[in-house]
C-alpha cells in the first residue's frame, strides 16, 4: 500500500519529465506532482535550429515552465537535483533540501562531453537548450559585425569561419542552416557572402554513422553542398586542442590548425553523473529499465528518455521515444496507484526528420517514403508543432506557424531571397504546406469534430500514423 503523504517526484523537464508531468496531471491521478528541473524554460530541442536563425520565436520553442504547468496541478521546482538516495527515497535539492517521495521518475536527459578535448569546455559552443542556441545566435551576429569593420583579409577569413565539430544529426542539421543563414545575415549588413565558411569537421570518414539517420546519409551530403554557402569537410581527423581562435587536429599524423571565429560542439554526450552513482545497472551510461519502464529491484522508480534503456527492446535516445515514454509512464503511474501492474510500453517510430537548410528538410516516413525540400520541411515542422507540449500552447504556435508560412509575415527572410524557389513554385510549395497543415491544426484544435468529419475519409488514421494523436 502506497502512503499518500509523499509526492510523486518527477526528475528533468525535458521530453520524458514534461510529458509525464502533463499526462499525470490530466488523469485521475491523486497524489501530489512535482517537477523538479533546474532550467526555467524548457528546450523544444528538435526546433533549436529555428530558434538560432528566428524562423520560430523563444516563446514557441523555449517557454518558460510557468506557463506550460499553468492551469495543471503540478508543483514546478526550480533547482538542481543534487543527490538521489533510492532507499532511503528521498533527493536532495539546491543548497540541501530534501524532497521524500513514494514514486520517482528519473528523466534526467544526457550531458554534453567534450571527450577530454583541452579548451573544448572554454571555447567550443555546445547546442543543446534554448540559452545555448541564443547564446550561439549573438556571438554569430557579433563575428559578422566584426568582420564587416575589418579590413585584413586573414582576420576577416578567420572571423567569418564556422567550425562545427561533429557529423552526427545535430552537427549536419547545424551546418546546413548555418550555410544557408550566415549569407542573408551577412548580405544585410553589406558583406560579401562567399567569404564565409562553414566547415564539418568529424572523426570518421562518413557522416551519421551508427545514427538512427544513418540511412539519409547520401540525402544529407547532398544537401550539405547544395547550401546557399556549399558546406565544407574535414573529415577522419582527431582533434587533439580547442584555442580561442581555432581548432587544432591531427591527420595523417600531422598536427594542423583551423583558424576559425566560431567554434560548435555536438560530438559527444555522456550520462548524467548523478544516476552513474545509483546502486543500479548501467548499460552504456542509461539506466537499464524492465519493459514498463521501472528500475528492477525499485518498482516505485521509473526511468525513460536519454538516460534510460530497456536491453531488450533497445531505442535510441531521441524526442520521439522520451516523448512517448513520458506519456506510457503516466499510465503506469496511474496504474500502480489503482493497484494494478503496469504495461508494457510499447514506442512507434515513425521515421525520422532532418532540418537540412531554410525551409528545406527530409521527413523519412516508417523508413520507407522519403519526402524532401520544402514539402519535407512542412512535414517536419508541423509534426514538431504538434508536439509541443500543452493543447493551448500548441495550437497557438501552429496558427502562427501557418500564418507566417503563408502571408511571410515577419520572416527574417523569405524564399526569394535565398534565390532558390521562384515565386510560382514557392506558392505551390506553400499551398501544399497549407493542406498538409491545416488537418494537424484542425485536430489539435477540436479532436472530436475533426474525427467525426474526416474518419471516412481515413486521413485521421492516416495522421495518427504519421504524428502522435493529440490529447
Ligand atoms: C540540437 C538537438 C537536436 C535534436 N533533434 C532531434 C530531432 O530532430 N528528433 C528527435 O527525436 N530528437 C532530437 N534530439 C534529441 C532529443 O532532444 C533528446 O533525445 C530528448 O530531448 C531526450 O529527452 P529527455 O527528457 O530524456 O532529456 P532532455 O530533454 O535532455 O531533458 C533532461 C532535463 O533534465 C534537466 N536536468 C539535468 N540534470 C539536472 C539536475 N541535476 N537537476 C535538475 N534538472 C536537471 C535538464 O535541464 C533537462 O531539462 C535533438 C537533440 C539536440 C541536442
Known sequence: MQQASHPTLILGGGFAGLFTALHLSQQNYSHPIILIEQRDRFSFKPLLYELLS???????????????????????????VQSIDLHQRQVGVGVGNLFNYNNLVLALGSKTTYLNTPGAAEYAMAFTSGEQAIALRKHLRH???????????????LLLTVAIIGAGPAGIELACTLADLLPIWYDELGGDANEIRVMLVNRSKEILKGDVNSHLRCTAQRALKGRVIPVDFLFDVTVTQIQ????????????????AGTIAWTAGTAANPLLMELPVPNHQGRLLVTPTLQLPNFPEVFAAGDCATDSDNPQPPTAQVAYQQGIAIAQNLQRLQESKPGIPVQVQMRGTLMKLGLNESVANLFNKVQIKGQPGHYIREATYLQLLPNAAHNRKVTTEWLTDEIFQRDRPFTHMQLGQTPWLSGIATVAAGFILAT??????AQP????????WTGIPTLLNHLTPPTR
Do not use: C, M
Open 244 to 259: 580561442a581562435n581555432g581548432v587544432e587536429y591531427r591527420q595523417h599524423d600531422q598536427t594542423q590548425f583551423l583558424p
Open 448 to 455: 472530436t469534430q475533426f474525427q467525426q468529419n474526416l474518419s
Open 54 to 80: 528566428g524562423e520560430l520565436h523563444s516563446e514557441q520553442v523555449y517557454p518558460r515552465y510557468k506557463e506550460l504547468l499553468a492551469g495543471s496541478n503540478v508543483t514546478f521546482v526550480q533547482d538542481t
Open 143 to 157: 563575428r559578422l559585425h566584426q568582420a564587416i569593420q575589418t579590413q585584413d583579409s586573414a582576420r576577416r577569413r
Open 439 to 444: 488537418p494537424l491544426a484542425w485536430r489539435a
